[in-house]
């Protein structure tokens, strides 16, 4: 506990197993405040278990996970994870695809989310103005009155994203985000990424071993639930663990 | 903030809704009381009633609509609360009678009389009250959609489950309802009602008056379910009904758009239940069955489910066939019920609006997606499932295909 | 209990035995017909107590011969001839003599009068008779006697049931004779009290209401405490014992119950489990398997009636046929079309079981239609302390077969074993070479072959009218939801579990407030566990 004093994200020992097979053994992961942090590792590996945990949507067995030093997020449910300032970006992009960009945008952004306040929310000059930055941010300016459904899986990427800047977390969840985008989009996207990681603390998972370079962080390597290793993507690209469970030659 | 609110209720198609219905209230009581018998434009009083009894079904398919079209959660139990506000507004009714039943007992109906009560049961006490019926009839239902929805909707059981724990509970009212001491009538129910208000009920004009209530009270379900799907609050729910826990992840507390959704729409059906039960006369448990509740939803799914207009339209359409066929076809209602069922989820999804829609070739229709099967879980989950066991999720093909209930 | 045929058979045994060391004793008994002839033939003539008197000496020729004449008398269908004086027994459709039971030509009735009996002297004839009958030599005879004579105690039994009890070597018969004993002297005011001691456990060993009530009404004031001590802890042993039964009885019927919601519901569990279909028109699969069985009995019926008794034997296949093809064809015409839409799916099939409904309600009318029992399913027989009714029992027995014959087709097929492949993994499956859609239409048509197998069932317990189905869906549901799906075993928990709740709520809460019961309790149940008892647990089931 004292040890997740500074940290943002705190895994310590967290297990989990779905009728006997283990999917998390003993894993432990820390990230910094505006620090990110990429994930790689192969299918299987548990990476996906590994932020149903953070985000509420599964219990684990054993171990601690706190968030900003103090909160303990094996209490609490996905709604007031979310609320703490937690937000996931699915592997498979999942946004509302028969409502239009920006309502998907307008839904995420961080305003009371209560009953009555939704009701009667009206929007104001400084939501929309919020609103159409992100829409800048994430190219999706010329599209705001398509629906979700419409766009290209790039595109969806993009505003899954940009639903998690307008919710405006302190912790970032990212999973596998530039599956689908051409070249050009997954450099845009490691540049947003890192812009983003200067103010915020960002978990990314990704196999795309270019885009993690890009994103010039910390990587950790995960297989069968437990870390496999910790350091700069040189360093753990030069594991032969590492190389023999993952990579391949 | 809430001006702002009232006011978007009124825009886009909503305002011409509840301004037709308003219409409505007016001219058909005008029609039917102003008009002498004979003269074109009149109409006849068995027409109001009838109609009547067709707009408490459109409220009551457009509160299935809140929960069904845009909260994805499908109700097989609405014809509880429509009972439910129905048996309130009988026991009304049935006070007012006095000492003029069979047995002229006083205080007592007759049934009671009958089955030897002595006094009135507890909860037939303040009935004699209008306003205190008309509280039971928006409070009963509501608190009964409050319970049933807070433990199920905290338990997340959803989809087919959901629906047949709904079908299990109106089930469970019609077995309790049908026992003669529960105190309700039993089997025959409440009836031989004769006054309302203080106005004779058979009378022509207390007829139209239960018209023109009914069309303003739709009306007024209306501009209320416009409000709320208008509002962020509806955008919220439709993204429950899409994805569900994608809207959790976003912080939203779905069991509480949901109960929320189901509590209104359980009240809406109850005031349709009140204003039903005085125009056709009799209120008995075979209101409850199963099977009323279920076909409500074909009214919802005709007319278009997940819009304001389609279940109202799709009630009186479905309404007035049945009332055609079991007079000139008895035999062939069932079938033809049966078919409709069929044919309207294989080939008309969207229902009559939606075909219109996609006539008129708005784009919008064009473009808007079938609405996701309601309880279907949410995507995300199933496709990360097939990427851990390593399938490409970008090439996932969504053909139908069977999936096993989880 | 597995000992119960051997216990019958000893049983059928000795009774043999018994009629054979018997008979020597009827035949010495013949001697005094001429006796009886003048006794019978004074009955015209003689008063009420001249009557009454007859009556004894016609009981003290210890000749069973008499009876039927007593029983006449009794009845009131003795006659004499008002021209001929002769005594006759007249019964509605014969006339004949009291003595050699020879048929008489019928004479018109004027000529005929009634010998008249008042109620004491129908009394004292009854009391004769039971005398009597405790010599025939019909064991089964003799035990009504002595249950006729505890039914209604009367202390003048008890030379009678002693003299009889002398004889007798027949333990059945002995039973009942001591029991009758036994109750006569304890409702006797001047039996001493050793007497009732002793007669206490002797009626306790009978189990059932019928003993309490004797014990009780042996109780009074004036009992002495010794016999209050013995009669009290008889009747706390005998309503333990009565409460077991009564428990057991309530299990039977559970079970019962169970596996008629088993054979409802495990068509069901395979649609809804394997592929989650929701089958709203399951129950019209069922109704129709009922209405495959009437057509197959009408048809022996006009036709060769000596085949009824095999009439279920044809009807099971050809009602798993008709129901399995009509299931393809849904699955092929409709369900199809709908795979992922299980809200869709559940509307379809509703709406096609409106459509099946009224179809066979066009064709054989609304009204319930006669399905027969065959010889084997009808009639019930005792075990112990329960009855049980044939036709509950080869339903409990075929529900066990078919659930067992599902486990094998699932698990030890090829069919089985792609459907479960299918079920767990429909790309991999069908990347395999497993035809799927083909798969789909054979589950489906499973599961409804199953629902006619069920309707072939609950034609024997049930009305076969075209809402056969209806009542069984919701239930159904019930049992397939409570068990979890995708796991058989659940459903077989599920069925046996709410049946017996069912039934253990009936006796306090009534019939109709039990299933409100169980209803409301599945409803907070899935709250709980809102994927059943036996879900799956892991991942993709949090979704």
């Known amino acids: ?40 590792g192969p299918n299987g590996a548990g990476k996906t278990t590994m932020m149903d945990i953070i985000t509420g949507k599964t219990r684990p067995d054993a171990g601690e996970v706190y968030f900003n030093g103090r909160t303990d997020l094996t209490k609490l449910d996905e709604a007031a994870i979310a609320n703490l300032g937690i937000g ?58 398509d629906l979700a459904a419409n766009l290209s899986h790039g595109q969806k990427q993009w505003l899954e994203i940009g639903m998690l800047l307008a919710q405006d977390p302190k912790l970032l969840l990212v999973d596998e985000p530039v599956a689908g985008m051409t070249d050009a989009e997954t450099v845009e996207t490691a540049n947003l990424l890192r812009e983003i990681s200067k103010t915020r603390s960002v978990v990314v998972v990704e196999h795309d071993m270019s885009f993690v370079r890009d994103l010039d962080t910390r990587v950790t390597c995960l297989a069968e639930g437990t870390v496999l290793a910790e350091g700069s993507l040189e360093q753990v690209s030069a594991n032969p663990t590492v190389i023999e469970r993952y990579l391949g030659r | ?20 219905l308003l219409v409505i209230a007016l001219a058909v009581p005008a029609a039917n009381l102003l008009i002498p018998p004979g003269s074109p434009g009149h109409v006849p009083n068995y027409l109001v009633t009838l109609f009547g009894k067709y707009l408490t079904y459109a409220m009551l398919a457009l509160a299935l609509d809140l929960v069904w079209g845009y909260c994805g959660i499908l109700s097989l139990g609405h014809g509880a609360f429509f009972a439910l506000g129905g048996y309130a507004m009988g026991m009304y009714l049935m006070r007012q009678i006095g000492d003029r039943g069979v047995y002229g007992d006083p205080v007592l109906p007759d049934f009671m009389v009958f089955l030897n009560y002595s006094e009135l049961p507890w909860f037939w006490q303040g009935m004699d009250q209008f306003w205190f019926a008309m509280l039971m009839v928006v409070l009963v239902p509501g608190l009964l959609a409050f319970v049933f929805g807070w433990f199920a909707f905290r338990s997340r059981v959803t989809g087919v489950y959901l629906s047949i724990i709904t079908q299990a509970m109106t089930y469970a009212l019609l077995l309790a309802f049908f026992r003669n001491d529960m105190g309700f009538g039993g089997n025959n129910g409440l009836t031989d009602f004769k006054d309302i208000l203080g106005q004779p009920i058979t009378a022509t004009t207390t007829r139209a008056s239960l018209f023109a209530a009914t069309a303003i009270a739709l009306a007024l379900s209306v501009f209320i379910c416009s409000m709320i799907v208008n509002s962020k609050l509806g955008k919220v729910m439709i993204a429950v009904r899409d994805a569900e826990s994608r809207a959790r992840f976003l912080g939203y507390r779905v069991e509480y758009v949901k109960l929320f959704a189901f509590v209104v729409s359980a009240v809406i059906a109850g005031i349709a239940g009140a204003l039903y039960v005085p125009q056709v006369g009799i209120i008995n448990p075979g209101e409850f069955a199963p099977a009323n509740s279920i076909e409500v939803v074909i009214w919802t799914a005709v007319g278009g489910r997940g819009t304001i207009i ?30 409709l069922f069929v044919f309207v989820t294989l080939f008309l999804p969207k229902g009559i609006v939606g075909l219109i829609g996609q006539w008129r070739g708005y784009s919008e229709w064009r473009n808007r997606p079938a609405p996701p099967s309601d309880g279907a879980p949410s995507g995300e989950a199933h496709a990360s499932d097939l990427a851990e066991r390593g399938e490409n999720t970008k090439t996932v093909t969504r053909a139908p295909q069977p999936k096993p209930a989880e | 209990m597995f000992r119960a045929p051997f216990a019958f058979r000893l049983l059928a045994a000795a009774l043999c035995l018994l009629a054979g060391v018997f008979a020597p004793i009827a035949v010495s008994a013949q001697d005094n017909t001429s006796q009886i002839r003048e006794l019978i033939a004074a009955m015209p003539d003689a008063s009420l107590r001249e009557l009454e008197e007859i009556v004894s000496s016609l009981a003290a020729t210890g000749n069973t011969d008499v009876v039927p004449v007593l029983e006449a008398l009794g009845e009131g269908d003795l006659y004499f001839n008002e021209e001929t004086g002769d005594v006759v027994i007249v019964t509605r459709n014969r006339m004949y003599d009291p003595v050699t039971e020879e048929e008489i030509a019928p004479v018109g009735e004027t000529d005929l009068s009634r010998i008249r009996v008042n109620n004491g002297l129908r009394r004292d004839i009854d009391a004769t008779i039971g005398g009597m009958t405790l010599m025939a030599d019909d064991p089964q005879t003799r035990i009504s006697a002595a249950r006729t004579m505890g039914a209604s105690p009367d ?28 109750v006569t002297i304890l409702g006797m005011p001047d039996a001493t009290l050793e007497q009732k001691r002793q007669a206490v456990p002797i009626v306790s060993r009978t189990s059932g209401g019928a003993a309490i009530v004797t014990l009780r009404s042996a109780l009074n004031e004036d009992t002495p405490e010794e016999l209050r001590a013995d009669i009290e802890s008889a009747i706390a042993g005998l309503e333990q014992e009565r409460a077991f039964w009564q428990a057991a009885q309530n299990v039977w019927f559970g079970l019962s119950l169970g596996s008629v919601l088993l054979l409802a519901a495990i068509g069901l569990a395979i649609t809804f489990g394997v592929m989650g279909v929701i089958n709203m028109a399951h129950g019209e699969m069922v109704m ?55 809200l869709e799916t559940l509307l379809a099939t509703w709406g096609l079981s409106l459509i099946l409904q009224q179809t066979v309600r066009s064709i054989f009318g609304p009204t319930n239609r006669q399905v027969g029992n065959p010889s084997w399913m009808s009639g019930s027989f005792d075990f112990y302390g329960l009855s049980i009714t044939y036709s509950r029992m080869w339903i409990v027995v075929f529900a066990i077969v078919v659930f067992a014959a599902l486990l094998v087709v699932l698990n030890r097929t090829s069919l089985g074993l792609q459907m479960r492949a299918v079920t767990q993994n429909r790309r991999m499956a069908s990347a395999m070479g497993i035809r799927t859609p083909f798969v789909d239409a054979m589950t489906f048509g499973l599961g409804s072959g199953i629902a006619g197998l069920a309707g072939v069932a609950l034609s024997q317990i049930d009305n076969v009218s075209p809402n056969l189905g209806q009542g069984y869906i919701i239930d159904s549901f019930m049992v397939v939801v409570f068990g979890g799906v995708g796991n058989l075993w659940g459903t077989l928990v599920g069925a046996l579990t709410l049946g017996i709740a069912n039934k253990f709520l009936e006796p306090y809460a009534g019939a109709v407030l039990g299933k409100i019961l169980i209803l409301v309790f599945i409803i907070l149940f899935i709250q709980r566990r809102p994927r059943g008892l036996f879900a799956l647990k892991g991942r993709a089931v949090d979704a």
């Open chain 1, 88 to 145: 996931r970006k699915f592997q498979k992009p999942t946004v509302f695809e028969s409502q239009s960009v920006w309502d998907n945008l307008e839904m995420a952004l961080k305003k009371p989310r209560g009953i009555f306040s939704t009701l009667f929310y009206a929007s104001d000059r400084e939501d929309k103005d919020r609103i159409l930055d992100i829409l800048e941010t994430v190219r999706l300016a010329g599209r705001k009155d």
């Open chain 1, 1 to 40: 506990m004292s040890k997740a004093l500074d940290t943002m994200l705190y895994l310590n020992g967290v297990s989990v197993s779905f009728d006997g097979f283990k999917a998390l053994n003993s894993l432990s992961i820390i990230v910094k405040p505006a620090e990110m942090l990429a994930i790689i």
């Open chain 2, 1 to 20: 903030m809430i001006t702002q609110a009232l006011f978007r209720a009124l825009d886009k198609k909503a305002i011409w809704v509840v301004a037709i």
């Open chain 2, 310 to 339: 389609g279940p109202i339209i799709g009630a009186i359409i479905v309404n007035m066939g049945k009332s055609y066929f079991t007079g000139a076809l008895p035999e062939l209602w069932l079938f033809a019920l049966g078919g």
């Open chain 3, 155 to 182: 202390e003048e039994n008890i030379p009678l049931l002693d003299e009889a009890l002398a004889a007798e070597t027949d333990p059945a018969v002995r039973t009942a004779m001591e029991n009758a004993r036994a």
């Open chain 3, 288 to 342: 129709l398997g009922a209405y495959t069985t009437y057509v197959v009995q009408e048809t022996i019926r006009q036709n060769s009636p000596e085949l009824f008794d095999y009439s279920l034997a044809i009807a099971l296949p050809l009602a798993f046929l008709v129901t399995a093809l009509i299931g393809v064809a849904i699955e092929r015409g409709i369900i199809r079309w709908l795979y992922g839409r299980a």
